[in-house]
């Protein structure tokens, strides 16, 4: 496996449903990152990871929940979620956010439908 | 305010005829880089080119060049030779310091479709 891959590509969940996604980079990068791309918006940043802490939460309501156990895994948490969050959920990993030309590469995305 | 601005939701181009998207940007951050990233229907984001606020010279990568001109804070990308595998969404994007971190701000993107 190279680059950053993510599971499920596609998940359909009901409103009382908890599922989780998940994003494994092998790129051996130390950030990762969970963005929110819906129907004709602007990429949306969820949260960063740096060294598996959190450094970012662009006011992300609750029912989603990140976890970084390491700087290759990378999680979001989903419970009770709504219609609106349906969304393709896209994660990527760069070497330093904190650098200059800090390229981040994407995963293929993660397709939610919230029934 | 928008931060990013791509104004052309759709472009067609004639396959191997270049093409310009256009992308104008906002910040008062010195220190700034412009990225250009291409979205197949695939979902995956393709990195392709990148320029830095003090780069002296417009960036170029293979057949993608990006025309920077600082002064009217526009970040155009080029495609010259247009393939019909060119034909995708393309996002701009800023890296703009806040507070101790960087952040990437895309714009809402540009269809292109190439026509045989």
């Known amino acids: 496996e190279t680059g950053v891959t993510q599971t499920p590509r596609h998940l359909v969940m009901g409103m009382t449903n908890k599922k989780s996604l998940k994003c494994e980079q092998h790129l051996g990068h130390n950030a990762m990152y969970w963005y929110k791309q819906s129907a004709k918006k602007p990429l949306e940043l969820m949260f960063v990871?740096?060294?598996?802490?959190?450094?970012e939460n662009n006011s992300v309501p609750s029912r989603f929940s990140p976890e970084c156990p390491n700087s290759s895994h990378l999680f979001l948490h989903l419970h009770t979620l709504q219609p609106e969050d349906s969304a393709l959920y896209l994660c990527?990993?760069?070497?330093?956010?904190?650098?200059?030309?800090?390229?981040?590469?994407f995963g293929a995305g993660s397709r939610l439908t919230v029934l | 305010a928008q931060k990013i601005t791509q104004t052309q939701p759709g472009m067609f181009v004639q396959e191997k005829e270049a093409v310009t998207l256009d992308c104008t940007y906002d910040t008062s951050d010195p220190s700034y880089g412009l990225f250009w990233y291409k979205q197949p229907s695939s979902g995956e984001m393709i990195f392709l080119i990148y320029?830095?606020?003090?780069?002296?010279q417009n960036a170029t990568e293979g057949r993608y060049s990006l025309n920077f001109q600082k002064a009217r804070k526009s970040a155009n990308l080029v495609i010259s030779a247009s393939q019909l595998g060119d034909s995708a969404m393309y996002f701009c994007?800023?890296?703009?310091?806040?507070?101790?971190?960087?952040?990437?701000?895309f714009g809402s993107g540009t269809r292109l479709l190439v026509r045989p």
């Open positions: 990527a990993s760069s070497q330093d956010p904190g650098s200059g030309a800090n390229v981040l590469t």
């Open positions: 990871y740096n060294f598996k802490e959190q450094t």
């Open positions: 320029q830095g606020s003090y780069d002296q």
């Open positions: 994007a800023m890296r703009e310091r806040k507070d101790s971190s960087y952040k990437l701000i």
